[in-house]
């Protein structure tokens, strides 16, 4: 994009409008304590030949990721990603668009977000799906005001500390300055005790937040989870993995009433922590409650099939600080690619896709746990993903692994990202998450690499 910079008559002019005399005066309204008051120190300018040297030096240093096995999971997942994703999203009309604020003048895009919504439903089994949203820690949040207004329960939302931690400190963060208490209820055992939840629960709740399966991988009893919810009058909000909706029961089938992903597993690349795609998806009389874009199918005047923005009213270009949300966006781009993948694996594809992200990782933890040492954290089913627990001794062993061509974690225990567990643990520990594209060779090098270090 072509910048000139402001030529000296033009900020003199600029500077007279506003009624100060220059850039010092301007910034006069900014405390000194808060101004830098050392030289930058910069480096000398470069010619445009030293500096693409200088960044490919920079470059090179990264560590090439392609030349290690990814066994990464706690929320990010390497997929396989079918070739014709990037062939549909790199096109034009879909890569340079940004939100289009006379939408229905855009219908291939509101086709797009349609066709998302419509293969959303059919994956939850939920009645009706937003356009997307920001990525899943914000999607949880949305979903607890959601249900605060749809309760009109204000006073008190409950979380398993086996939801990801990173959405459980989102919502947190959200409700700082409101009076809504978070309350969460700890699953030391990998999974939640249902006494415990039963008594966090009372009828100021607006929902209970579930995960399944949860941050440690395990699956929790989610249609108990879910009737101890409606027995109280709270909605159940659940934060699924969409991949394993190829296999495991669909969240509508078991009393959820909001669900809400991280679809980064849908076709889109890990690509540094972002950008990803928040789904929210819901029963039909909780709809006017929803956040979000939501494309409705209709007709033109001349009765041909076309899209629209449905229930504008509850967005806040229309109704401001009483909409339901302040988002006024989606993740278009990676909505588009989660529809492209979602119709290239179709239903057998994705229940084909869990069925070997479930056998390899069992067949993975059988190993893992038959080397001295190093055994399963939590004895319950799991999915994808499993927890690990070894002995003092193999405390860098992730440093280890990273050095012979291996990426696992995140880290779990004492000093890592995930709190609370250190009276339980005890011992450090780690998730190991093994997709689809993992094979048996490489697991068995990483049994191999485990047992070696």
């Keep these: 994009m072509p910048y000139l910079f402001n030529t000296p008559q033009q900020r003199k002019s600029m500077f007279e409008t506003i009624g100060v005399s220059g850039t010092d005066a301007f910034f006069e309204q900014i405390p000194d304590a808060l101004k830098l008051n050392r030289p930058l120190d ?15 030096t920079k470059a090179a240093k ?59 439903c059919q994956l939850t089994g939920m009645d009706v799906s937003n356009a997307s949203m920001y990525e899943g820690g914000t999607a949880v949040s949305e979903a607890a005001f959601m249900a605060m207004r749809q309760t009109r329960r204000h006073e008190k939302v409950v979380i398993l500390g086996s939801v990801h931690p990173e959405y459980r400190h989102v919502l947190e963060t959200f409700l700082s300055n409101l009076q809504g208490e978070l309350v969460v209820v700890e699953t030391p055992e990998g999974t939640a005790d249902l006494d415990l939840v039963s008594s966090a629960i009372d009828d100021k709740t607006a929902c209970l937040i579930v995960q399944q399966p949860n941050f440690f991988g395990c699956l929790e009893d989610v249609e108990e989870l879910c009737k101890i919810a409606h027995e109280n009058g709270a909605l159940a909000v659940v934060s699924v993995d969409p991949m394993s909706l190829g296999m495991l029961k669909r969240p509508a089938e078991y009393g959820a009433d909001i669900v809400v992903a991280e679809g980064q597993s849908l076709g889109i690349p890990l690509q540094y922590g972002g950008p990803y795609l928040g789904i929210l998806a819901c029963r039909q009389e909780f709809m006017r409650k929803m956040p979000g874009r939501l494309i409705g199918q209709t007709v033109d005047r001349n009765g041909k099939r076309c899209f629209v923005l449905n229930l504008q009213a509850r967005e806040q270009h229309i109704r401001r600080e009483k909409a339901t949300s ?9 909505a588009l690619r989660a529809t492209v993948f979602m119709a290239a694996m179709g239903p057998n594809g994705m229940r084909e896709a869990a069925e070997l992200c479930f056998h390899k990782s069992h067949y993975a933890a059988e190993k893992m746990t ?15 993903e499993f927890a690990i627990r070894f002995d003092a001794t193999k405390s860098d062993i992730l440093e280890k692994l990273h050095d012979s061509g291996f990426q696992v974690g995140p880290q779990i225990g004492p000093g890592a990202c995930f709190e609370g567990l250190e009276n339980v643990v005890g011992v450090p520990g780690c998730l190991i998450s093994v997709t689809e594209k993992r094979t048996r060779t490489q697991i068995d090098n990483l049994v191999t690499a485990f047992q070696s270090n």
Excluded: W
């Design 42 to 56: 910069l480096p000398a300018p470069l010619t445009e030949i030293e500096l693409e040297e200088e960044i490919s």
């Design 62 to 120: 990264n560590s090439n990721l392609s030349s290690h096995t990814c066994f990464m999971g706690g929320g990010a997942y390497d997929h396989f990603i079918p070739a014709v994703v990037d062939e549909v999203v790199s096109r034009g009309e879909f890569y340079t668009a940004y939100t289009p604020y006379q939408a229905e003048a855009s219908q291939g895009s509101l086709q797009a977000f349609f066709e998302f919504q419509t293969m959303i």
């Design 326 to 334: 302040n988002i006024c966006t989606n993740q278009g781009l990676l």
């Design 370 to 384: 038959s080397i001295d040492g190093i055994e399963l954290m939590f004895d319950r089913p799991f999915f994808k």
